[in-house]
């Protein structure tokens, strides 16, 4: 019987593999071959990266390399923990005093503690209807906060 043109052996097909070892001698000739031709790959790439290197054009300077001019350093906090406290203080002045939003177009903002009590006293302020809008018995729609 033959099997991709060689001959089987009849004790291999009693036991179903080859029962034979693999030959040595194709060992010893593949493994310094494919070791060889890796060098020769490594050292025809390393000739390619040689010859584009030398075809590029020499780099030119960029505008911070050439200037004379000191490169300012980062802007830092020197103080964060005084910065946080100012914060807070500019913001609860915001939310504890009278002062104008846009005086042009007339608009102020009130203290938070008395905008509260006015919303508890008077309630959400009912918006008229969008043209062909809600039905008169709809909730109001709440509108966002003004800037």
């Known amino acids: 019987m033959a099997e991709g043109g060689r001959k089987v052996s009849r004790k291999a097909l009693v036991h179903g593999y080859e029962p034979s070892d693999a030959r040595v ?10 070791v060889l031709l890796i060098v020769v790959f490594g050292a025809g790439i390393w000739g390619m990266i040689q010859i584009l290197q030398s075809l590029k054009p020499p780099e030119r300077a960029t505008a ?9 350093g980062p802007k830092l906090q020197v103080n964060p923990q005084a910065d946080l406290a100012a914060l807070r203080e500019h913001e609860s002045q915001i939310l504890t005093n009278y002062g104008w939003v846009d005086r042009g177009r007339g608009i102020a903002r009130i203290p938070i503690d008395r905008a509260m009590a006015l ?7 009912q918006t ?3 043209p062909g809008g809600a039905p008169a018995d709809a ?4 509108e966002g906060r003004q800037p």
Do not use: Q
């Open 64 to 72: 911070i390399e050439t200037s004379s001019a000191p490169i300012p």
């Open 128 to 130: 008229p209807p969008a």
């Open 139 to 142: 909730p109001p729609a709440r």
């Open 25 to 34: 001698d194709r060992i010893v000739w593949v493994a310094p071959g494919l």
């Open 119 to 125: 919303l508890a006293e008077h309630g959400w302020p």
